[in-house]
């Protein structure tokens, strides 16, 4: 019995030729044994430490994400701070309040150190955001308590949507040096979630033109989120 073979179905390993300049533009060894960075050059590929590596496009994406997260966070801050001094005079209040003032730090924290991991220039609008979220948190105390409770659930309803969107496109990545920015993105996540369980235990949906409040607030997180991606 013979085995037919076809020529066309074999392939042979011809050695590289080519001038020094066009193997410097050939791939590293590790976006070689990369899946994710299979085809790329060298000016396609951004290296933010020793052991992450990612696309121009994968880059952008998450200088985009932690940007906004640092800005979101600063804003979240200063909320509490504003509605603090408004409503600090009531202990129980003003305990609930430092609670959730307090894990946003934390989250701020966590977006600074991301904002130096991962090389991503903070927004130009930073300032902007420590003081329009300090505006927003005397304002919505002066309303009353349920009012600010309406803004916390407001501003958490879009925050938990805003990073439920990046945690889908994360997971998408498969780098191992993107684990712990997922997790703490996951963590924080679940804490604002829990922020607006508590607006609303405490009678956030019962404030005066509850309806408007809440619109009103989650479209302007809607744009401020919008505009510090960018800017």
């Not at 042979?12 to 590790?30: A, D, H």
């Not at 996951?186 to 829990?194: I, P």
């Not at 609303?200 to 949906?205: K, L």
């Amino acid at each position: 019995m013979s085995i037919l073979l076809n020529p066309t179905s074999l392939s042979v390993r011809r050695p590289l030729v080519g001038s020094v300049k066009q193997c410097c533009c050939t791939m590293s060894g590790y976006a070689a044994r990369n899946p994710y960075l299979k085809d790329l050059k060298y000016k396609d590929i951004v290296e933010v430490n020793n052991t992450l590596k990612l696309t121009k496009h994968e880059h952008a994406m998450i200088d985009r994400f932690i940007r906004v997260n640092q800005a979101g966070e600063t804003a979240a801050v200063t909320i509490y701070k504003g509605q603090v001094a408004v409503l600090g005079g009531d202990p129980r209040l003003r305990s609930l309040l430092t609670h959730m003032r307090e894990q946003e730090e934390v989250h701020l924290e966590i977006m600074d150190k991301h904002i130096v991991d991962f090389k991503v220039r903070p927004t130009l609008l930073q300032p902007v955001a420590a003081v329009g979220g300090y505006i927003l948190g005397v304002t919505s105390a002066l309303l009353g308590t349920k009012s600010a409770m309406t803004c916390t659930e407001a501003v958490e309803t879009r925050i938990g949507m805003h990073y439920n969107d990046q945690l889908r496109d994360l997971y998408k990545l498969k780098y191992e040096g993107l684990n712990e920015l997922k997790r703490t993105i996951a963590k924080c996540r679940d804490e604002e979630l829990e922020h607006l369980d508590t607006a609303v235990d405490h009678g956030a949906r019962m404030a005066p033109l509850y309806k408007l409040q809440f619109e009103l607030i989650k479209g302007g997180c809607g744009v401020a989120i919008w505009l510090c991606e960018r800017i």
